[in-house]
């Protein structure tokens, strides 16, 4: 984890928020939440801050209690709620919490926020976005209690203002609180933008707030959990708007971000007055170098992210460490970025195939300084992508992908021969030292009655017999800008 984080510190980030640390035992989203209650998380914390500090990068702790929202099905107490309304997502029926057990909640953030200053991070983020317990009390739809906590919207707000304030007594005038929030949780009966602006101009009023991280969606229901981590084809920073209606509210500092990822269109919010700081997760996920590349103006050596979810929010509730389809080394930075770093001799690499798989092996040999020559019978790159761009809902992510990637061997030394079948002979008149071969995959056939039924069709066949009209990356849309590039052999 430290060496996932500091490869983004390396790379320009100004700020991370660390993943969701649980402030109670009654609080973990999953059995793998960090115990952010946990005095033992205080030398984590300092092994994380000492080492982004280094940088220059500020570090804050996420600071959770997910109240009914479970998602793992391995938890080890009773979910707990203001009251008795279950999740539609994971069919869970909270306990009403007890005034014992608000107070406990309340006491949790404060100890937890205690600890990560002890830690040596620079402030903490209550979570109150996606429908989590603080939302869970504010929201008339899941608190029906008729206490203090509950009835009136100043009673309901009483646990979070409670909370701030507990923290604030907590950690001293010389840290940084702020909370991120829903502005819209986009499903039904769910918190509105006319709810938020009211919750936020009331807390800037009560008590005081250093930020407000502006998100959107719920986690309680399918639709809502999309936005979340909205995937492509989803517009891109189409929370803007929001945050802009939250900082007029609350007038204090707002972070936005969802599929933001492009800096420049990052830009474009923060000069614009939509937002004061713009959270770009994913696009360093894929990128971690994407701050400096951006700084030094080299644009087109950013990758981009695609918005698949696969090996990122995908991981996550697989119960797998977090990956990247498009930067093998993503969770993977302790081991393979010292290899990388490794003194090896040059050697000629064949790479058969040019879809995604042959092109990440040919661009990491080329930048491994060895001498590659990547073929493909077909006269483009891109492999299954090709067949992707004409899929609904997919033109993006493999129009990104492709980019991505031409940029890469725009600018590597790879010798790629496209429209050229690797027969047995020439390989082995060419003698290369490795050979890599990335012929691709082929669909899944079940064996089921009925499948060589001519009313059937796999979904590439579909789709490559599409006539619509594409654009091709080829290598002679890439020359121009490639000197690098070999003609391809005919």
Known sequence: MVAYHEARAKGGVGLIILEAASVHPSGMLTSKTIAGYDPRIVDAYKEISETLHTYGTKVFSQLFHGGREVVSSDYRNAAWAPSAVPSLRFGVMPKPMSLEDIEGVIEGFAHSA???KEGGLDGVEICCSHGYLPAQFWSVHTNKRTDIYGGS????MRFIVEILEKVWERVGEDFTVGIRMSSDELTMDGTTMKDSVQIVEYLAEKVRLDFINVTAGDSSTFEGSTHIVPPSPIKHAYLSPHGFKIRMAGAVPVFVGNRIVDPVEAEQIVSTGKADVVGMTRALIVDPDMPNKAKDGDLQA??????????????????????CVQNPTTGKEAWILPELKKTRSKQNVLVIGAGPGGLQAAITADYLGHSVTLIDQSKSI????RTMRKAPMRHELAESMLDNYSRKLMRSNINVQLGKTATAQEITEANPDAIICATGSRPYTP?????DDPRIIMSDDLFSSTKKSEKTYSYSTLAATGPAWKQPST
């Not at 891109?382 to 992508?385: C, F, Q, R, S, V």
């Open 114 to 116: 205690q600890l990560a």
């Open 153 to 156: 919207f100043e009673n309901r």
């Open 302 to 323: 950013i990758d981009a992210c695609i918005g698949c979810l696969q090996a990122c929010i995908g991981h996550y509730h697989k119960g797998l460490p977090i990956g």
């Open 382 to 385: 891109g492999g299954l992508l």
């Open 447 to 451: 064996a089921i009655e009925g499948i």
